[in-house]
């Protein structure tokens, strides 16, 4: 089942796992970019790094990785990694997440699992939902990929 779009307009709430960022960027917003086999991800992420604000998707991005993992040391380790990287209040590629989800997720290190960064990932999610994706879809760089794919559908 494919997540609901990250389009603004789309009011119904996402349930966190129902699908992956990626099928959401493929979207109604960005099906003319899809049709065409252009990577939307790439795009996003790119149009996050212009601005200085891919950490979100990175974290998210990450842990879908991590929740692949089934060995138990490399679980363990990965998340202190995950933690220090993206979670620890200080971190080099600190998310924006509240004190209480940051806790949690410290407690959920004590025992590891692939749900550890459930919420903390669930909150990197909505904020790129509510913030970042909207700003994607006003952008020049989304608008420009938009035109060229039309003028590459004539063309064709």
Same mark, same amino acid.
């Given at each position: 089942?494919l997540?609901? %779009?990250?389009?603004t307009?789309?009011?119904?709430r996402? =349930?966190h796992?129902e699908g992956?960022?990626?099928s %959401?960027? +493929?979207?109604? %917003?960005?099906r003319? *970019?899809s049709?065409?086999g252009?990577? /939307?991800m790439?795009t996003f992420?790119a149009? *996050?790094?212009? $601005?200085?604000?891919?950490?979100n998707l $990175?974290?998210?991005?990450? !842990?879908?990785d991590y929740?692949?993992?089934? !060995?138990?040391?490399? *679980?363990?380790? &990965?998340a202190? &990694?995950?933690?220090? #990287?993206?979670? +620890?209040? /200080?971190?080099? =590629? $600190?998310?924006?997440?509240d004190h &209480?989800?940051r806790e949690?997720v &410290? =407690?959920? @290190?004590?025992?590891?699992s692939t749900? #550890?960064?459930h $919420?903390? +990932?669930s909150?990197a999610?909505d904020?790129?939902?509510r913030?970042?994706?909207?700003?994607?879809?006003r952008?020049?760089?989304?608008r420009? *990929? @938009?035109d060229?794919?039309s003028?590459?559908i004539?063309?064709?």
């Amino acid at each position: 089942m494919l997540r609901p %779009s990250m389009d603004t307009r789309d009011k119904r709430r996402p =349930r966190h796992g129902e699908g992956t960022l990626a099928s %959401s960027l +493929q979207s109604r %917003s960005s099906r003319k *970019l899809s049709n065409r086999g252009y990577d /939307g991800m790439i795009t996003f992420q790119a149009f *996050l790094k212009a $601005e200085f604000s891919d950490e979100n998707l $990175e974290f998210w991005l990450v !842990c879908e990785d991590y929740k692949k993992v089934k !060995c138990s040391f490399r *679980l363990s380790a &990965k998340a202190r &990694k995950i933690f220090k #990287c993206h979670v +620890q209040a /200080g971190a080099p =590629r $600190e998310i924006n997440i509240d004190h &209480k989800t940051r806790e949690l997720v &410290k =407690r959920n @290190l004590e025992a590891p699992s692939t749900a #550890c960064f459930h $919420e903390a +990932q669930s909150v990197a999610y909505d904020l790129m939902e509510r913030d970042s994706y909207p700003r994607f879809l006003r952008s020049g760089i989304y608008r420009t *990929l @938009l035109d060229s794919t039309s003028e590459s559908i004539i063309k064709s």
